[in-house]
């Protein structure tokens, strides 16, 4: 494997393109070993390009057959060429063609980049970089192209030939072979291109569209899997009909296919009118699929579906501005959910995910700004950062501005872009018009790296009646950026009285808007508000609705959150009370243990969720929600410091038995009731109610492990649908014992065939907490289902391993970090992408107890060391030692 120079590409250095692409005609012929690849590029100078440069199209591991000028065959002296690129000296100065013959073979593609094959269909990824890995071109998302794509194959291999666009022709070729032509009309960047030829069955269907065009949808499967890409399509056409409604966007060509594979390194992709997708995110049937499965695939699809507006029909100038597609597009898709499913169950859960993935990158040595100003490797910048905290501050921005304002900016932006490879700068300008304000302080959060720290402190005074609330912020250093300037951060506030009535809020420190929309914009370091007429000393609901990625510190005292859980009128502020009393009892117990003094009860808080429970009809997911302890991961990252992850698993184990002996006689009925469910349906209402029996089990468990195994031995024996099973499942293997044995035994049995549920298999043993699974783990790479060349099994066991399983992956012997090191160099030279992936479970190391770090440092020096290792996980394991 030939690795490129590691070079630093710079936002500073964007440079306009020297040549402009108007038009691509492809004709790919498709071979297992040597696919034919001939592109004609109509090329001309870019006026805005540097007068008579070279002409320097982009490779990766090409092999050049021939090159013609205007139809003229050149000679080696008229060009250079290398695996990794072309470049031409002289060129005319007008308009010219270029025909650029290529090989390529997809059977030895193992990085599921460019041409690939994917069990026996070919595929393509293009993004970021892969299309200059099936021709010569200016692979950049600032050349957009209209293009003409055919597609040639074998009959029987691949009787369906697919790529972007609409269909024009097709017919029979001697041989058996035989053709299609695509032509999309809309110029596109070549990471939108695509290209599938397979063996596929079809679920098809069709959309009418605003305006009353019938659009064909079709849903590619492997044959027999057809009717479980319903919900998918289903999602499909909710999403359509979404975008119209809610952004007045239609969509554009006269198809849409989506195609699943099971090789796939990411979730999928927005190649104009051909979506690929990871078959994870499309197939799903009631015994197959859990109720967060049917999420995944509804937001994934609408995600996929909304990029038609937000990155291809506005795509991005280069890398760096991938959040002005990603944040958005992940915004828009958060808000597809909340209108579908419970606003407040969304939102809890997507902060759940900001802080689970998103604030220990921005908290570590992986930190970056949501637009990065430098990358070695953009691979490695699809983070949580760029998505996650990108959508928030596209969050933001609607709430700074309002609904209406933000649905406004939003029209001139896809008004005055449309067609166009865009910018942040050119994003925010359409919300400074459409507002009137002026924008560039707020655009900080593009380029400020790490997670504020928010934190309220509030004084009371009886005789003036009056209540002070401080707010202050500080941005702690990341790595490049050591001196933090105040950012503008949207508090969404309010205060509670003494009855947990709602308070009018007076204040002769606050914009009247301000105050009457309960928000407060924090621009400066610091901000002192005194309210008038504040009869007694108030509780304090700050950052409603997480209002702004940040960290609110410390957390209200323990009665004021008991209040709040009792009557604040955010749910996502209930539910984040909850949260906070569980961390503090929490560690209360972690502070006990450390010291040898008596483990601390908490009443409180036990008595606080008894109400939950008692309440838990009226909004059963809601009830879910609250009732869940903190994982070990988020105690990992709230302990920030000297973590020992068997220090905090006993005490979260500790008092999860606590509340089991408290609650478990109160949860058991409610099991009981929720269990008689009838038939399973994917729709939001009934996934809270198994949720919440879900959690009611595990409660009777933690009060009575001999009642909770025998529940859980006849939910799985007798489960009607994967969500249950899979619950009862997870309950044995925490359990243990001969129970767990015969129950990972028995679903291995009826489920060997299929690879997603196998997939759920190895990840749950993956995550037992205890020191035999690392163990486990290198016995289940022996197994005949483990590949290593499948990402999504490679995902379902080392990165559940390594991401999810805190105690046994941190096991005091460094066996787990040995066991990721090893993969991660063996997987390295195959796919990197995915190497550099797993390794990146690494970023927190610094946060560990010192013996802990001292071992990973080691491997992370040692596999920074190896030579050849690919730029991807070169790049991860650098940074992550800076
Ligand atoms: N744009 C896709 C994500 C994606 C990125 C890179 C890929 O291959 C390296 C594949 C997919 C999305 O946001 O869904
Ligand atoms: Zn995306």
């Not at 195609?259 to 995110?281: H, P, R, T």
């Not at 999420?295 to 990029?307: L, M, N, R, S, T």
């Not at 691979?379 to 596209?394: H, L, R, S, W």
């Not at 289940?780 to 590949?787: C, E, G, I, N, V």
């Amino acid at each position: 494997m030939r690795h490129p120079a590691n070079v630093a590409v710079r936002l500073v250095d964007y440079r306009p393109a020297d040549f402009l692409i108007d038009a691509v005609a492809l004709d790919i012929s498709l071979d297992r070993t040597a696919s034919k690849v001939v592109a004609t590029l109509s090329l001309r100078r870019n006026p805005k390009g540097a007068p008579g440069a070279p002409l320097s199209l982009d490779g990766d591991d090409l092999t050049l057959v021939g090159v013609k000028l205007d139809g003229r065959p050149l000679g080696p002296q008229d060009y250079t060429a290398a695996p990794d690129h072309l470049l031409l000296e002289k060129v005319p100065d007008g308009p010219f063609t270029l025909e650029i013959e290529t090989r390529v073979d997809p059977s030895a593609n193992t990085q599921l980049s460019g041409l690939y094959r994917s069990g026996s269909a070919y595929c393509t990824q293009c993004e970021a970089e892969g299309f200059r890995r099936i021709t010569y071109f200016l692979d950049r998302p600032d050349v957009l192209s209209v293009y003409t794509t055919r597609v040639e194959g074998d009959k029987g291999e691949a009787p369906i030939l697919l790529s972007n666009g609409n269909p024009v022709k097709s017919g029979n070729l001697p041989d058996g072979r035989h053709y299609a032509v695509w032509r999309d009309p809309f110029p596109k960047p070549s990471y939108l291109f695509a290209l599938v030829g397979g063996d596929l069955g079809a679920l098809r269907d069709s959309f009418t569209t605003m305006s009353g065009r019938k659009i064909d949808l079709a849903i590619y499967v492997e044959h027999g899997k057809e009717a479980r890409a319903t919900y998918a399509m289903d999602a499909l056409k909710r999403s359509m009909r979404w975008d119209e409604e809610k952004f007045g966007r239609e969509y554009d060509l006269d198809v849409f296919n989506i195609v699943a594979v099971s090789d796939f390194n990411m979730g999928a992709m927005e190649n104009k009118g051909l979506n690929i997708f990871n078959d994870k995110y499309v197939l799903a049937s009631p015994e197959t699929a859990t109720d967060g499965d049917y999420a995944g695939i509804e937001g994934v699809i609408a995600h996929e579906y909304f990029h038609n507006w937000t990155g291809n029909r506005i795509t991005c100038r280069d890398w760096f501005q991938l959040c002005l597609k990603e944040g958005l597009t992940v915004f828009r898709d958060q808000e597809f959910s909340a209108d579908m499913r419970s606003r407040a169950v969304e939102r809890i859960g997507d902060v759940r995910g900001l802080r689970l993935a998103q604030f220990p990158e921005d908290g570590g040595p992986l930190a970056h700004p949501v637009r990065p100003e430098v990358y070695h490797e953009i691979n490695n910048f699809y983070t949580a950062t760029v998505y996650e905290k990108g959508a928030e501050i596209v969050r933001m921005l609607r709430t700074l501005i309002g609904d209406e304002t933000f649905r406004r900016g939003m029209d001139i932006y896809f008004e005055r872009f449309d067609g166009t490879a865009a910018t942040v700068e050119d994003y925010l300008s359409c919300f400074a018009e459409a507002s009137g304000r002026d924008l560039s302080h707020f655009a900080l959060w593009y380029s400020q790296a790490g997670t504020p720290i928010l934190s309220t402190e509030g004084a009371y005074d009886p005789q003036a009646k009056t209540f002070s609330l401080t707010l202050k912020q500080h941005t702690p250093p990341t790595p490049g950026q050591s001196e933090k300037k105040p950012l503008v951060v949207p508090v969404a506030f309010a205060l509670f009285g003494e009855n947990g009535e709602k308070l009018e809020l007076a204040s002769p420190d606050a914009r009247a808007d301000e105050l009457a929309r309960g928000l407060i914009e924090l621009t400066d370091a610091e901000r002192k508000i005194t309210f008038a007429g504040v009869a007694s000393r108030p509780v304090v609901s700050a950052l409603r609705g997480f209002s702004a990625p940040v960290r609110l510190e410390p957390a209200p005292e323990s009665a004021d959150l008991e209040k709040l859980l009792a009557c604040d009128d955010d749910p996502f502020n209930r539910w984040q009370a909850a949260q906070s009393l569980a961390l503090r009892a929490i560690f209360a117990r972690v502070d006990a243990a450390k010291k040898g003094a008596q483990t601390p009860q908490a009443p409180g808080f036990i008595g606080a969720l008894r109400t939950i429970l008692a309440g838990a009809d009226a909004d059963p997911a809601f009830a879910a929600q609250a009732l869940s302890l903190p994982s070990e991961i988020d105690l990992a990252r709230e302990a920030g410091h000297d973590v020992d992850p068997d220090v905090l698993f006993s005490a979260r184990y500790g008092l999860r038995e606590e509340i089991g002996r408290a609650l478990g006689a109160d949860a058991e009925p409610i099991y009981r009731r929720l269990s008689d469910a009838g038939p399973y349906s994917p729709d939001a209402a009934s996934a809270g109610r198994r949720m919440l029996k879900a959690l009611a089990l595990d409660l009777v468990a933690a009060g009575d492990p001999e009642k909770g195994s025998a529940l859980a031995r006849s939910q799985f024996a007798a489960a009607g649908n994967m969500t249950d099973r899979l619950g009862a499942l997870t309950l044995l293997a925490l359990l243990g014992g001969e129970a767990r044995e015969a129950a990972f035994a028995a679903f291995y049995e009826q489920y060997k065939g299929d690879a997603l549920v196998l997939d759920k298999w190895f990840s749950l043993q993956a995550t037992i907490p205890e020191p035999a699974t690392t163990k486990r783990v290198v016995d289940l790479m022996r197994h005949p289902d483990f590949s290593l060349t499948n990402p999504n099994r490679v995902r379902s066991l080392i990165g559940a391993f390594s991401n999810a399983n805190l105690t046994g992956f941190h096991a005091l012997d460094g066996s787990g970090y040995d066991l990721l090191t090893r993969i991660v160099l063996e997987l390295d030279p195959k796919n990197p992408q995915l190497a550099a992936r797993l390794l990146s479970a690494l970023r927190s190391w610094r946060t560990l107890e010192p013996r802990r770090r001292g071992l990973i440092e080691e491997r992370l020096r040692h596999i920074a060391a190896q030579g050849n290792l690919s730029p991807d996980t070169k790049d991860i394991a650098t940074r992550a030692l800076s």
